[in-house]
């Protein structure tokens, strides 16, 4: 069984920053991709960004220019770096890997006044 924690969020004002980290269990390489999800309230899951095995990266079109996904290999730790946020950027972020797919237990963000 493999561990995904999640830690970074918290309550940032509207155009502020926050990193979000995913330390994984067990060597990252091993998986196809991993990334990060989200889910604001009332609403259903959806991913955020990702990045395969081989580095190649994808994102949501509401987070492109603003958000950035990257890995760490040494530390099994995979971040999402969130700038410009927007209070729609609202949700808990849940960090997943594949295959199969492992969830992370989810961080709440907050984008408020």
């Known amino acids: 069984q493999v561990r995904l924690v999640e830690s970074g969020g918290g309550l940032v004002q509207p155009g502020g920053s926050l990193r979000l980290s995913c330390a994984a269990s067990?060597?990252?390489?091993?998986?196809?991709?991993v990334g990060w999800y989200r889910q604001p309230p009332g609403k259903e899951r959806e991913l955020v960004a990702a990045?395969?095995?081989?580095?190649?990266?994808n994102y949501t079109d509401s987070v492109k220019g603003r958000f950035t996904i990257s890995r760490d290999m040494t530390k099994d730790t995979v971040y999402l770096q969130m700038n410009s946020l927007k209070p729609e950027d609202t949700a808990v972020y849940y960090c997943?890997?594949?295959?199969?797919?492992?969830w992370g237990q989810g961080t709440l963000v907050t984008v408020s006044e």
């Open positions: 997943y890997a594949d295959s199969p797919r492992y």
């Open positions: 067990r060597s990252i390489f091993v998986f196809n991709g």
């Open positions: 990045i395969t095995r081989g580095g190649r990266t």
